[in-house]
């Protein structure tokens, strides 16, 4: 039986992840990084591990309860009908503000401004959540519980 | 990297004091958590969502302030302070700072 041998790579994400390397090498390591995404997703793997890490704390009672609840089919189903109604709801309603915005009788100079002002937030909110998105793998932070 | 909240550490003598480093994190939680935080508010009990919240800046932050150590050749952080302020409603801001030193 074989273990597999950590590459070059791997030791240097490791290296620079426990901020073990020394300024030259370190800031080399982060050119690289800036050019590669695999070497990024090593050192956030490595990141995860090390931030699980520190989450040593026992259970409390409570979890035990709460991972039951999560588990039963009653609760994950009342928790997702209740998101799903939320959500189709929030949906709905902005729908129809776009509706009647395009459709009411209103004044050019409040109709443009307020379909501006949709778009313009649409836009942002969608630059805001591809943001979020695109640096999610990269937000170790997100996995601690407490 | 050793971070401490005491001004020494035992069986360590600092021989060089680099200097204050600090690490701050605001963090924001989504709507859907925001909303179950809420409705969990109306009921009491903790708020998970929050806690999660807070402690995920904390983590950021404490992993700042060590960056800057480790950046200006620090071996140690002692005199570890944490502070918090409200910089929205439904997100966390932590700073958290201390004394870069070398030990030997």
Redesign the interface.
Known sequence: MSERQPTRDELLAMAYADGELAAPARDEFEQRLAREPALRREVSALRDLELLARQAAPKELADHEWEALAREPLQRATLGLGAGLLIAGLLALAAFGVYTLLVAELAPLVRWPLVALLLGGTLLFGAVLRGRLRTLPHDPYRKIQR | ?ILTTTDAIPGKTITDTIGLVRGSAV?GAHL?RD?MAKLKNLVGG?L?EY??LL???R??ALDRM??EA?ARGANAVVGVRFASSEIDDGAAEVLVYGTAVRVG
């Open positions: 990297m963090r859907g909303v903790e998970s806690t999660k402690a995920e800046a983590e950021q060590q960056a480790q």
